[in-house]
């Protein structure tokens, strides 16, 4: 049976970094304590998978500032077909990588980004979230999370491969995630066991990428306060 480590021990912890009126980094940490404190060992893992990409460059070749970011064409949460270029048309556009919606700390990322909406809106910018799993779990995702962007899956992390974001998890993190019941193979329709580096894209309406911010260290991401200045 899977040992319900999110759902149970850590659930009070989840609840209280959504629900807190702070920064990224303030409520991602909340929770990032909470797993230190009461599964130690969980944390350990993450460390090694973190070192372990750190070491091995992943993501450092993703698209950089001045570039211009590949053009994408993907399904949102209700199947329909959205587009980088299209979206361009009306300004400038924040694209992030989540790892899914199982996801804790992606859950409280997104959660936040949602809540900063209004002021990405008022500079003229848009947002979409990209992850891999598959369009029922996108729409779960908006759902949970409060999310009035669009959701889009990008199927065998096909987009993520494009920008070097795509990381195998590696062995010890596979076991420990089917033991927990976070089973890569039923969010996504595939058995490679693949997730995306979250990621954060600010695309200006010129399609150059204006600020970017990848790190392998998935508890963290980036803060509001940068992203909104990147827009201005």
């Known amino acids: ?14 609840d209280d970094a ?6 990224m980094s303030e409520r991602l940490g909340i929770f990032t304590d909470a797993v230190r404190k009461q599964h130690p060992a969980a944390a350990a893992i993450v460390d090694r998978l973190v070192t372990r990409l750190k070491e091995h460059g992943a993501g450092e070749a993703a698209p950089k500032p001045g570039e211009i970011m590949p053009p994408f064409t993907l399904p949102d949460e209700n199947g329909s077909l959205v587009g980088l270029t299209n979206l361009l048309e009306r300004g400038p556009v924040v694209v992030t990588f989540h790892r899914g919606h199982w996801c804790p700390y992606c859950r409280i990322s997104i959660n936040t980004l949602a809540k900063a909406q209004p002021r990405i809106e008022a500079l003229g910018a848009q947002m979409v979230a990209i992850v891999p799993d598959r369009e029922q779990f996108a729409a779960e995702m908006k759902r949970d999370s ?5 959701i889009l899956s ?8 494009s920008l070097n974001l795509a990381i195998w998890v ?3 993190m596979e076991e420990f995630m089917t033991r927990i019941g976070r089973v890569l ?3 996504q329709g595939n058995d490679s066991w693949m997730l995306p580096i979250p990621a954060t894209f600010v695309v200006g ?28």
């Open 154 to 161: 990008d199927m065998d992390n096909g987009y993520a491969m």
């Open 170 to 172: 590696g062995s010890e």
């Open 146 to 150: 409060n999310v009035r962007f669009p």
């Open 18 to 23: 959504r629900n807190l009126d702070g920064s």
């Open 205 to 232: 309406k010129d399609g150059r990428i204006k600020a970017r911010f990848v790190d392998p260290d998935y508890r963290k991401r980036m803060a509001i306060e940068d992203l909104i200045e990147s827009l201005k």
């Open 1 to 14: 049976m899977p040992i319900e480590i999110a759902v149970t021990d850590l659930k009070q912890a989840f």
């Open 185 to 187: 193979p039923d969010y």
